[in-house]
Antibody, heavy 119, light 107 residues
Framework: EVQLVESGGGLVKPGSSLKLSCVASGFTFSSYGMHWIRQAPKKGLEWIALIYYDSSNKYYADSVKGRFTISRDNSKNTLYLEMNSLRSEDTAMYYC????????????WGQGVMVTVSS | DIQMTQSPPSLSASLGDKVTITCQASQNINKYIAWYQQKPGKAPRLLIRYTSTLESGTPSRFSGSGSGRDYSFSISNVESEDIASYYCLQYDNLPYTFGAGTKLELK
């Protein structure tokens, strides 16, 4: 059974940093690209980052480019999202999601971790 | 970026009704659209990929169709467990973009 478990969220002040983790199990993590997607409270879904299975390519939404960094450690089955210069508009539930084997959509999601940016 | 215009924002249905949600892309997305269901406090769940392919475990009362810029998602014979929000996702081009969502409620 595919499982994705995020951690590392919390309440932080504007301008600060935070690093999220997503531990994967139930599939060969090193063979699949991974995404981060977020959802602001009572709002819709926003894709924010993609990393290829071998970290050879990384892509970001304009809203986080230059502030967030996606990375992975295949030896630990873990995906990361390092978030710097956090703003109030980054307040959201952050989900990691697995890239499907056939195309770009996400076939499994974690349960999410909440990040609140507030003074 | 490709914009996904999803409508309606909310939908009220009775049990057994058929409901339809539409998504229009700002450009041709070559059928690369997926549909997700999200219940309160839960992560989204993939229902349909590549316009009309039901994901394993998706009940047959769910369906999808479309091409080019225009796509639709339907639930025939709405059941109480279908009460949720639904989102379309285009994955033809990065950045992937979602529709704004449709909240399905019971009448």
């Amino acid at each position: 059974e595919v499982q994705l478990v995020e951690s590392g969220g919390g309440l932080v002040k504007p301008g600060s940093s935070l690093k999220l983790s997503c531990v994967a199990s139930g599939f060969t993590f090193s063979s699949y690209g991974m995404h981060w997607i977020r959802q602001a409270p009572k709002k819709g879904l926003e894709w924010i980052a993609l990393i290829y299975y071998d970290s050879s390519n990384k892509y970001y939404a304009d809203s986080v480019k230059g502030r967030f960094t996606i990375s992975r450690d295949n030896s630990k089955n873990t995906l990361y999202l390092e978030m710097n210069s956090l703003r109030s508009e980054d307040t959201a539930m952050y989900y990691c999601a697995k890239l499907s084997p056939t195309s770009g959509y996400f076939d499994y999601w974690g349960q999410g971790v909440m990040v609140t940016v507030s003074s | 970026d490709i914009q996904m215009t999803q409508s309606p924002p909310s939908l009220s249905a009775s049990l057994g009704d058929k409901v339809t949600i539409t998504c229009q892309a700002s450009q041709n997305i070559n059928k690369y659209i997926a549909w997700y269901q999200q219940k309160p406090g839960k992560a989204p769940r993939l229902l349909i990929r590549y316009t009309s392919t039901l994901e394993s475990g998706t009940p047959s009362r769910f369906s999808g169709s479309g091409s080019g810029r225009d796509y639709s998602f339907s639930i025939s014979n709405v059941e109480s467990e279908d009460i949720a929000s639904y989102y379309c996702l285009q994955y033809d081009n990065l950045p992937y973009t979602f529709g704004a969502g449709t909240k399905l409620e019971l009448k």
